[in-house]
């Protein structure tokens, strides 16, 4: 029995460390070889407003979906949380990081300690795949639609658990991942 939960744990693990890792990679084929320094810094990146009629994740995935808009880009506005499944967020190479649905993240906060083995329970499997589900990846991207070769810490000054409204365009890559390339991004006052 203990084989099989170490053989189920590393499977979740690397689960987890392919989704993230087709997260980071996403539009890595597009990023300019530039830094912060770039004309405006972080100022050509950051809104002064929040951007009205923001989404969550997982509905601007179930929309994507729906409209079977999967392989093409649309506009969205995106509200989320900063974090990733398995702390796994921030592209120290660009300006990449991983969000987290608001309401996944009020769950976790909920559902934090199972009095039981999570590794062989169907619920807690599940859970794990919808938690995957309501992450994305954010790429900030300048004029051109290049991600800056830079941390989004240093560029935009961001810090895990914060809530972002980014405004991008939004598509669901060929792994599945939901990939927000931001030409603008709101950070909500607090946290």
């Not at 693990?13 to 300019?32: H, K, M, Y």
């Not at 972080?42 to 009629?53: F, N």
């Not at 923001?54 to 392989?71: F, H, M, P, Q």
């Not at 991207?141 to 070769?149: F, L, M, R």
């Amino acid at each position: 029995m203990r084989i099989v939960r170490l053989a189920m744990e590393q499977r979740w693990g690397a689960v987890a460390e392919l989704v993230l890792l087709g997260l980071l990679l996403t539009g890595c084929a597009r990023t300019a070889d530039h830094d912060a320094r770039t004309p405006g810094g972080s100022a050509a990146y950051l809104l002064a407003e929040e951007p009205q009629g923001a989404k969550g994740v997982l509905e601007i995935r179930a929309d994507l979906e729906s409209g079977g808009a999967t392989e093409s880009a649309a506009e969205v506005v995106l509200v989320a949380r900063i974090g990733g499944v398995e702390g796994a967020i921030w592209d120290p190479a660009r300006a990449a990081f991983t969000v987290q649905d608001l309401s996944a993240v009020e769950h976790a906060k909920v559902d934090e300690a199972p009095q039981h083995d999570a590794d062989s329970c169907p619920f807690c499997r599940a859970e794990k795949k919808k938690k995957l589900a309501s992450t994305a990846l954010v790429e900030v991207v300048d004029a051109q639609g290049n991600v800056p070769v830079v941390d989004a810490r240093k560029l935009l000054g961001l810090k895990e658990g914060q809530t972002v409204v980014v405004r991008g365009h939004a598509q669901i890559d060929s792994l599945g991942n939901l990939a927000v390339r931001a030409a603008g991004v709101f950070v909500r006052p607090g946290v």
